[in-house]
């Protein structure tokens, strides 16, 4: 009964780099670790521009014309 007992407690070991993603992950979602001890302004958005470019994004229809596309190479 022991044996059955003590059977269930054996694990794997780890591997050298367990948890590095996480740690990763952790350091990359971190911009910017004193931004809440400065005073600076911060960075927002034009709400007329990026209204604008929202409603270009939306009425574009994803197709662009030969001369367009011409032109750009042009350039």
């Known amino acids: 009964m022991m044996m ?3 059977s269930g407690c054996s694990h794997a070991p780890l591997a050298k780099d367990f948890n590095e993603a996480n740690a990763n992950n952790i350091a990359v979602q971190t911009v ?3 931004a809440g001890k400065t005073n600076g302004a ?3 958005l034009d709400g007329e521009k990026s209204e604008k470019a929202l409603d270009n ?3 574009n229809s994803g197709r ?3 001369e367009t596309m011409l032109n750009n190479m042009k350039n």
Do not use: D, E, H, I
Request: a positive charge.
């Open 4 to 6: 059955l007992a003590l």
């Open 32 to 34: 910017n670790p004193q």
């Open 42 to 44: 911060l960075n927002t």
């Open 57 to 59: 994004y939306r009425q």
């Open 64 to 66: 662009v014309s030969s």
